[in-house]
T-cell receptor, first 111, second 115 residues
Framework: QQKVQQSPESLSVPEGGMASLNCTSS?????YFWWYRQHSGEGPKALM?????GDKKEGRFTAHLNKASLHVSLHIRDSQPSDSALYFC???????????FGDGTVLTVKP | GALVYQYPRRTICKSGTSMRMECQAV??????VAWYRQSPQKTFELIAL?????????EQNFTQEKFPISHPNLSFSSMTVLNAYLEDRGLYLC???????????FGEGSKLTVL
């Protein structure tokens, strides 16, 4: 079973709308979670990290972590066409230092 | 700011030949470097993790004999794909970071196409 699972596989929202992406981990060694964004032809770039229960807000982006259920989500408000990209959830094992990626969510924001 | 440069951006090689790729951290000293392969379907596979003062740790299905890595200092790493075949195609990404829990800064990747 894959250790980091993302849903949905793809998501389409209108410009100005809210996009919600989900991620669930199956390994309790994962203590830090990251959201990365990758535009076509580029390497992934970190959006934000979260390791405490609750919400973390950075501009239009809000991450939420529930450690008990190992569930992480990313919410993008006022979505823009430039937010269209592949979004990855990644979990960090603090014992080994390994960062494990989910399979990604393709977000399309339609003007 | 922290940047990671990878070279070359893309290579086309014949089946059975080898390709060397380089990774340079700029603006920070990378205590660890991770090499990933992103498949044409966009999924990530960790190849190996190289940490200062520790041996390079390869993941299952990846070996030093096939993917030798050099990490001579805190700002540079290189990896070679030896005897490349179709299944080795993909975008090879180098990620570098300051600490075990810190942000992994990625380069733009080295895309390998095997004919």
């Amino acid at each position: 079973q894959q250790k980091v699972q993302q849903s949905p596989e793809s998501l389409s929202v209108p410009e100005g709308g809210m996009a919600s992406l989900n991620c669930t981990s199956s390994d309790r060694n994962f203590q830090y979670f990251w959201w990365y964004r990758q535009h076509s032809g580029e390497g992934p770039k970190a959006l934000m990290s979260i390791f405490s229960d609750g919400d973390k807000k950075e501009g239009r982006f809000t991450a939420h972590l529930n450690k008990a259920s190992l569930h992480v989500s990313l919410h993008i408000r006022d979505s823009q066409p430039s937010d269209s990209a592949l979004y990855f959830c990644a979990a960090s094992d603090t014992n080994t230092g390994k960062l494990t990626f989910g399979d990604g969510t393709v977000l399309t924001v339609k003007p | 700011g922290a940047l990671v440069y990878q070279y070359p951006r893309r290579t086309i090689c014949k089946s059975g030949t080898s390709m060397r790729m380089e990774c340079q951290a700029v603006g920070f000293q990378a205590t660890s470097v991770a090499w990933y392969r992103q498949s044409p379907q966009k999924t990530f596979e960790l190849i190996a993790l190289s940490t200062v003062n520790s041996a390079i740790k390869y993941e299952q299905n990846f070996t030093q004999e096939k993917f030798p890595i050099s990490h001579p200092n805190l700002s540079f790493s290189s990896m070679t794909v030896l005897n490349a075949y179709l299944e080795d195609r993909g975008l090879y990404l180098c990620g570098a970071r300051l600490s075990n829990t810190g942000q992994l800064y990625f380069g733009e990747g080295s895309k390998l196409t095997v004919l």
